[in-house]
């Protein structure tokens, strides 16, 4: 909000600060093993915090990839998903993580996807408490953010993805996510489609590095055209598969 | 069409009390108005700098609350209760601290006006890692601009005071 | 060895340093300028009255409130302060506001009611020079033309064994020093003003100031000093006439500081140029021939243009002796952002081209880069590059024999192993002029006094930027008169206090310090130790001067201040011109700086980023005054450029920023630069030269980019002519086989 102040766009006339409800701000292994983050929790919390560097390494790495750690003690995930293309949402998805919202009825869940396609809250003066991460997390979980600079920088293209493979190099599971500048995160699925249930072989890629360009879409702007973030995109991935094998 | 990045907005005063350094303010202010300017203009404590105001510099580092953070994206509400320490909180009257003797035997600086961020964000750093390795000084200070030194006497600023 | 302390080192650790825009004034106003929103406008109307109501305005002005001169500009005073007709570029001021808050001045820029009727925008200088465009400028379009030519250029590419025809595009640079500009004007009771912002010449900053204002020059009172960062960029005048104006007409104190995003929009910037270099080497390896075509975008008005394209010009050949050599340059007015002077001054455009020429001709020919810059290179008594006699070194070829033993034994470490990564060294070398050249006034001086304190004063009209200018005043005198750093005091950046020493740019502080002090010590000491043998009896020629007092055959006598006790203040001052060639030549260079840089870098195929992981810097410059401010000065350099050639980039489209603060503006983190920077000082000088240290202010920042480039070639095969280098281009340039079918 203050980065848009700077920019000429006025506050809101009111404020309400959630900041100390320390509920909205912890993590937790729930009943059924799956991760609770609460919306509030800072990125740095995130990126540290024992729980997640033992169930889910992979969302600690990319919350260290997000601004700078003084940023990141004041940033927090809710924050990051409700700005709809922040960088930790390509890793949530691949994690195929909920959202929990306090709506007027009561708390309503649904996929995260739900959300950043749409963009707004499920329904007027919602509150985001709540990502939660399905347990148990036991597959092969990929993230890597490239931008314009090492770090503290926007990102060009991040992509995520989440695999589970049999001894025999067939995909059992599978979700890629991609996004990057203002490039809406999204699920690949019709590349995932094109994989799952597949017996990974090197012919196959070339293949799947055309699908992933082409359905991510991703657009470019003045810094990095859309083809160099799709080929980015189907690079990293490619090569993560690959090396799965 | 963006012509002003400052715009008048219409805020009541109201109290804000914290710590400074360790003594106690109370202020009668705008809750929007941002912590570094409550810092420096309201408090005259012009050590904690300012540079880009969007928190991409790191010019402007505070502690608050004992961890880094970029005090112009800190909202005056949000000092309330708090313990806040700035560049002038971290020597106690005549002696520097050894971070602060670091950057100076070892060239940390030139212009000088990124160095109060950076030596908050190596107090943050040293504090809770005393012997830091490259990839941890680099996570450290990845937040923090310096268009002078190209960093290298910054290292050596935080590799000798890791060493004392 | 007890490391150097600089001696504003102290207050800017412990943030006591109190900085120009960290002042503040009893019944101080803050003030705010309005730009335009157009890159080319006709301005129809101004209207100010709501701007003028809204409570706590004290004052809102416009072209109507500028007395004399409406125009700035260090040679010509071309940029109006505040437009009337015309705007040229979106960084145009237009009214400026002085209000009781920051908040409510912003907000009356708000209410300022300006009718434009856009004109067509010449966003690249091709534009700009077309017959039809429209005039920016009474004369045109062109703000200045040069050229440099020696021998048959036809004859000589004749006899070449291949010729490399390459155009190289370099872009707009920002500063990005951390402090943007901004301080405090004052109006002094007695009618006077005292401008407290920072400026690297502030008898300059007098003297313009002294030409809007109509006002006699020593009315006015520049305090110019400390500086967060400036390199070259607070050279021209910036917020300074607004908050002059502003102040005069309220009577109360005016501070102005800008925010990052006013300061991207107003602020001068790095030339922009396009180069095209034809050049044609012999089978044996010389160069023989050498065209180059500069096209530089200067932007809206001229600042320090000319002078920077003159600079590129004399730099085209760089420190290579070439039988024939046709230089034409031009410098564009559009309706860009202002390009003017930054670190390097146009010579680290076409040290990129050079460079870049050179490993191509050597390929070209099947010979490695480093034997033919060998067989090429100056020596000592080769004349300049403009033909003109320059002071003679061996410093060429001694950077380039240090940069060729490191590039060895870089080549020699074993490769990376990682199927998605490789690896690089590439090496470059330049020659670079300091000072402002022949035929530009360009005055030094100093004052030595010994107070009735018995402080050893010593004053020059320099800034401190950061660049370390005190810790070297501090040295230089300490060492020429032998008394220690405490018996000093230093008075800087001050035009009531300090003589005129010319400006602080052009890598010329450290060289005229050093001069200063050779003119001042002799009388001096004289006069100092004559009174110390009336007041000892002792012979004056026993008596010399040591740390803290006056020594009789090294034993110390007397102090300082017993010296100075119930006795008049001794002042010797000194006056005189940097050095220049004995040849007439306009603008040509006498004292050069050589640097030879070696680069590592890694490239991964997958992103096609570039990570820079090895800096290695040669710099010959003479002797090393404060060491930790040399390494500073290469290693900062050497980033800054680092940053010019990977990352940074003032967009622009149609004239207006596609940039406006470091979110998108990038300038190296710590993550993005080699961990270990090495910098190596080559500090001997032929014994009969006279001349002292050289600054080396600039040098640092000349051939990075070339190294680099020279390194990403030898990684990945791909030959880089644009900067910064986009990760697109180069894996574009990867066969994309290579990577989906391993």
Same mark, same amino acid.
């Given at each position: 909000m203050q980065m848009q102040r700077e920019q000429g766009i006025a506050f809101p006339p009111h404020l309400i600060s959630l900041e100390r409800i320390r509920e909205l701000a912890d993590i937790e292994e729930t009943v059924d093993r799956s991760i609770r983050i609460g919306a509030l929790t800072d990125l740095e919390t995130c990126r540290t915090h024992s729980l997640i560097k033992r169930k889910c390494p992979v969302l600690g790495k990319a919350a260290g990839t997000i601004a700078s750690p003084a940023v990141r003690n004041r940033g927090t995930l809710g924050g990051n998903i409700l700005y709809g293309v922040g960088d930790a949402i390509p890793i949530l998805l691949a994690l195929d993580a909920r959202l929990s919202w306090f709506c007027e009825g009561g708390i309503q869940s649904e996929p995260l996807a739900g959300f950043v396609d749409r963009k707004?809250?499920?329904?007027?003066?919602?509150i985001l408490t709540d990502i939660i991460i399905p347990s148990p997390v036991k597959g092969r979980c990929f993230f890597h953010k490239v931008g314009r600079r090492e770090a503290f920088i926007p990102s060009v293209v991040t992509v995520a993805m989440y695999v589970e493979v049999t001894g025999s190099n067939t995909v059992k599971m599978i979700r890629m996510a991609v996004g990057g500048g203002v490039n809406t995160p999204m699920r690949l699925k019709e590349c995932e489609e094109m994989v799952s249930g597949k017996q990974l072989t090197d012919g196959f890629m070339s293949g799947l590095a055309s699908r992933i360009k082409k359905e991510s879409a991703l657009i470019g702007d003045v810094f990095a055209s859309a083809d160099y973030r799709r080929t980015v995109a189907a690079n990293l991935l490619v090569r993560e598969l690959q090396s799965v094998l | 069409m963006k012509v002003n990045h400052q715009t008048a907005e219409k805020t009541e005063a109201m109290p804000v009390s914290f710590l400074l350094n360790g003594e106690t303010v109370q202020l009668n202010i705008s809750p929007v108005m941002r912590a570094v300017d409550v810092i420096r203009n309201e408090l005259n404590q012009t050590g904690t700098k300012i540079s880009c105001g969007i928190g991409r510099c790191g010019a402007c580092s505070i502690l608050l609350n004992g961890k880094l953070a970029v005090s112009c994206l800190i909202l005056a509400y949000q000092l309330e209760d708090a313990s806040v320490v700035t560049i002038e909180g971290l020597s106690d009257g005549k002696q520097m601290h050894p971070i602060q003797e670091a950057f100076l035997e070892e060239g $940390?600086?030139?212009?000088?006006?990124c160095t109060p961020g950076m030596i908050m964000a190596a107090k943050c750093l040293l504090d809770s890692n005393p012997k830091p390795d490259q990839a941890d000084i680099q996570k450290a200070f990845s937040g923090n601009l310096c268009r002078?030194? $190209?960093y290298g006497g910054i290292v050596r600023a935080i590799q000798c005071a890791s060493s004392k | 060895m007890k490391k150097n302390i600089r001696p504003d080192g102290k207050a800017k650790v412990t943030g006591k340093m109190k900085y120009l825009t960290d002042l503040s004034f009893p019944h101080m106003l803050y003030g705010k300028i309005l730009r335009s929103p157009y890159p080319h406008a006709r301005i129809l109307s101004i209207s100010t009255d709501e701007a003028q109501r809204? %409570?706590?305005?004290q004052a809102v002005i416009t072209h109507?409130?500028? %007395?004399?001169?409406n125009g700035f500009g260090i040679v010509t005073p071309d940029q109006p302060v505040l437009c009337k007709d015309i705007v040229r570029y979106v960084g145009d001021a237009v009214a400026a506001v002085a209000a009781d808050s920051i908040e409510i001045a912003a907000r009356a820029l708000e209410l300022i009611g300006i009718q434009y009727e856009p004109l067509p925008v010449l966003d690249c200088p091709e534009k700009a020079l077309e017959e039809t465009a429209p005039l920016l400028h009474p004369d045109g379009n062109v703000l200045h033309r040069a050229g440099f030519q020696k021998g048959d250029i036809e004859k000589e590419f004749s006899q070449c064994a291949k010729i490399v025809e390459e155009t190289y595009q370099v872009p707009r640079q920002l500063h990005a020093y951390m402090e943007t500009e901004g301080g405090v004007i004052v109006p002094e009771k007695n009618g006077s003003l005292t401008v407290y912002v920072g400026t690297q010449h502030g008898f300059k900053d007098q003297f313009q100031l002294a030409r809007i204002l109509g006002m006699p020059a020593e009315r006015i009172r520049i305090v110019s000093s400390p500086m967060g960062g400036s390199f070259g960029g607070k050279d021209e005048l910036n917020i300074q006439p607004y908050g002059a104006l502003l102040a005069l007409k309220t009577g109360k104190p005016v501070k102005i500081h800008q925010t990052r995003q006013e300061s991207m929009r107003s602020s001068i910037k790095r030339h922009p140029m396009k180069i095209t270099m034809k050049t044609g080497i012999d089978r044996e390896g010389r160069l023989r021939a050498h065209q180059t075509r500069i096209v530089a975008d200067t932007g809206a008005y001229a600042t320090l243009g000319p002078a920077i394209l003159d600079f590129a010009v004399e730099h085209a050949a760089g420190p290579y002796m070439i039988q024939a050599v046709d230089t034409k340059g031009i410098s564009v007015f559009t309706n860009n952002g202002v390009s003017g002077e930054f670190r390097g001054f146009g010579g680290n455009q076409v040290t990129f081209a050079l460079e870049g020429q050179i490993d191509r001709l050597a390929e070209a020919i099947g010979m490695d880069g480093i034997a033919v810059r060998r067989l090429n290179i100056r020596s000592k008594q080769d004349p300049g590059p403009l033909g003109q006699r320059i002071v003679e070194t061996d410093g060429a070829l001694d950077v380039l024999e240090s940069a060729a033993a490191v590039y060895a034994e870089k080549k020699r470490l074993p490769l990376k192993q990682d199927t998605w990564k490789r690896t690089g060294v590439g090496m470059a070398v330049t020659m670079h002029g300091g000072g402002l050249g022949f035929g530009r006034l360009d005055p030094a001086g100093g004052r030595l006094s010994f107070k009735e304190d018995g402080k050893i004063e010593i004053a020059f009209g320099f800034e401190e930027a950061g660049q370390g200018i005190l810790a070297v005043i501090e040295a230089i005198t300490a060492g020429q008169l032998g008394c220690a750093k405490e018996d000093i005091s230093i008075i800087i950046g001050d035009t009531s206090l300090v003589p005129s020493s010319g400006s602080t740019t052009a890598s010329r502080g450290t060289s005229m310090v050093w001069h200063s002090l050779q003119r001042l010590k002799k009388p001096f000491l004289q006069k100092l130790l004559a009174r110390a043998a009336r007041k000892t009896g002792i012979e004056e020629k026993r008596l010399s001067v040591g740390p803290g007092g006056i020594q009789v055959n090294g034993e110390y006598k007397l102090s300082f201040q017993e010296l100075a006790a119930g006795e008049e203040p001794i002042v010797v001052a000194a006056q005189f011109d940097f050095p220049v060639s004995p040849d007439p030549i306009d603008s040509a260079h006498f004292l050069y700086t050589y640097s030879g840089v070696v680069a590592q870098v890694e490239a991964d195929l997958l992103t096609g980023r570039i990570r820079v992981t090895g800096l290695h810097q040669t710099t010959a410059a003479g002797p090393v005054v404060n060491e930790m401010g040399y390494i500073g000065q290469i290693e900062g350099g050497g980033v800054m450029a680092l940053g010019y050639t990977l990352m940074e980039d003032v967009t622009m489209t149609e004239g207006h920023y596609a940039v406006e603060n470091f979110d998108s503006y990038l300038i190296p983190g710590i993550v993005d630069v080699p961990f270990n920077l090495q910098v190596r000082a080559i500090e001997s000088l032929p014994a009969e030269d006279h001349y002292g240290p050289r600054g080396v202010g600039e040098i640092g920042t000349v051939a990075v980019a070339p190294a680099i480039a020279s390194a990403i070639y030898d990684a990945v095969g791909l030959r880089v002519s644009r900067l910064p280098v986009k990760p697109e281009a180069l894996l574009q340039s990867i066969e994309r086989s290579v990577l989906y079918e391993s």
């Open positions: 707004e809250a499920p329904e007027e003066g919602a | $940390g600086f030139q212009c000088g006006y002078c030194t $190209g | 809204l %409570p706590g305005v109507k409130d500028v %007395p004399a001169l």
